[in-house]
């Protein structure tokens, strides 16, 4: 499935007459029911703050004549060389590419234009048609790929017709929106529908938390506005899943809550400006829940810490489980970035971690988010026992045994990764189903540090003790990256 960017009636009344009923439907619950009767008034009054984006950019195309073989001495060869290359020499030759897309004026004394990222990129020029006619060349202020937003200004003769973002926070399931755009080129079209649902992750990118609709939306929509039935703009168009190219009734939209805080620091710094913990983190399953002996499976699993990251000095550890950032309840793994990324840079959080059944409270100071740094893994000190033949035990499926010169070479594994290596994983086993595989090393079991077999053996027998159905292992691999694991204990 392909990610492209770019009434029911009501009878109440009538059976209400026909058994003599006092039952009567209200006013605005029938027209509620109905939907809007017409749309023609907000969108005549919305149609002139919405633009059409025509861009073009110059691709060096390369014509090259293939010269034929001939054997190696041929009388022909020198012949053949001298005639081809002239005809290849110099014909490099550009082409010019057209697309074209929708966006919308927010503020018409600036002119100031919103639309999405793709629509523009690499483009060589970017012109904004307006209704009446007018065209204005646009530079581009900023542009986002992460929420694929893109700000442009145009300097207009006279103030435009601009929108104004409502709240997309307000929006509910089955409210009625309006899209306009320039899809297919075709001039600017109107469509309506409801929103279908709210908080989308269609793996687009870090921050994904789409507006889904009905609406149709097709290639060059993107980047047009969503209204609400009050004109405000609570999304900008998208995305839309389609096998064709043309609507199927799923669009997406960026919700208008996302785009004014992007479009705000685009606007006032040219690029965006987020906050950055930094911490790798992981989803809380059912399973990892369960070995955490949490009742239900929420928050993020912290599973690794930058080194000179701001999480590392509020001394957030790899198997904290971040349940709250700064008062909000973090319900699942993908809202943490977003809450993250949205705070200010320097602002001091209280983080909420669950460790080792325990609940803490920490404070944290934010840094800013490099888009360019890559990030790190803290480094465990410690050092592996050594003897000359490592004694190696089985447990959960998985023959285990210390860190010595042969399983470094064997595997290779880097000097600083210290636990207990994995050597074998039995067939059909559970630690063979969460992709555990020789190699891997064994840092810690149940949040407790293990050096040896008989350390990961013993933590089991106490989980077992307890009543655990399932061991939490943290692995590191090879390199050190890690990532926690919940392994099945068996009978």
């Not at 209400?16 to 006013?27: I, K, T, W, Y």
């Not at 930058?306 to 349940?323: C, K, Q, Y």
């Amino acid at each position: 499935m392909a990610f492209q960017f770019f009434r029911r009636n009501v009878r109440s009344m009538a059976v209400a007459a026909m058994l003599g009923s006092a039952v009567s439907l209200q006013p605005a619950a029938v027209a509620n029911a109905q939907g809007p009767v017409s749309v023609a008034d907000l969108a005549e009054s919305l149609g002139d703050a919405v633009v059409n984006i025509s861009t073009s950019q110059t691709v060096q195309a390369q014509r090259s004549v293939p010269m034929p073989q001939v054997p190696d001495g041929s009388p022909f060869q020198e012949f053949f060389e001298e005639f081809f290359n002239k005809q290849n020499k110099g014909e490099d030759r550009a082409r010019r590419v057209q697309s074209l897309g929708s966006g919308f004026v927010i503020d018409g004394t600036a002119g100031i234009i919103i639309t999405n990222n793709h629509v523009i990129e690499g483009a060589d020029e970017i012109t904004a048609n307006f209704n009446d006619g007018t065209k204005l060349k646009a530079e581009l202020i900023g542009t986002d790929e992460k929420t694929d937003i893109a700000v442009l200004k145009v300097t207009p003769e006279t103030p435009l017709k601009d929108v104004s973002f409502g709240d997309s926070d307000a929006i509910r399931v089955g409210d009625w929106v309006m899209a306009i755009g320039n899809p297919f080129g075709l001039g600017g079209t109107v469509t309506v529908g409801i929103v279908s649902a709210q908080n989308r992750d269609i793996n687009s990118g870090p921050y994904d938390n789409f507006i889904q609709t009905d609406a149709s939306i097709n290639r060059g929509n993107s980047g047009g506005p969503l209204f609400d039935m009050d004109g405000n703009v609570i999304g900008i168009n998208t995305a839309i899943i389609s096998p064709s190219g043309g609507s199927i009734g799923i669009g997406f939209a960026i919700p208008a809550k996302t785009a004014t805080r992007v479009i705000a620091q685009l606007r006032e710094f040219g690029e965006t400006r987020r906050g950055w913990l930094g911490v790798r983190i992981q989803e809380v399953t059912d399973e990892i829940a369960e070995s955490l002996g949490m009742d239900e499976a929420y928050g993020a699993l912290v599973a690794g810490v930058s080194d000179d990251g701001p999480a590392a000095a509020a001394e957030i550890e790899p198997g904290d489980v971040i349940l709250e950032f700064d008062g909000q309840e973090v319900e699942t793994m993908r809202e943490l970035p977003r809450m993250v990324a949205e705070t200010a840079i320097g602002k001091a959080v209280d983080v909420l971690v669950l460790r080792k059944g325990e609940e803490v409270t920490l404070q944290v100071t934010l840094g800013r988010l490099e888009e360019v740094a890559a990030a790190e893994t803290d480094e465990e000190e410690g050092e592996a026992g050594e003897t000359d033949a490592p004694e190696q035990k089985e447990v959960l499926g998985m023959i285990l045994a210390e860190i010595d010169d042969a399983a470094r070479e064997e595997f290779g594994i880097e000097e600083d990764v210290t636990g207990v290596v994995v050597k074998q994983v039995a067939p059909g086993s559970s630690a063979e189903e969460k992709r555990v595989q020789a190699g891997d090393v064994i840092k810690e079991v149940a949040q407790e540090p293990v050096a040896t077999p008989e350390d990961v053996i013993e933590q089991v027998e106490k989980l077992k003790e307890d009543g655990r159905r399932s061991a939490l292992l943290l692995l590191s691999n090879q390199t050190g990256e890690l990532r926690f694991v919940p392994v099945r204990i068996e009978e």
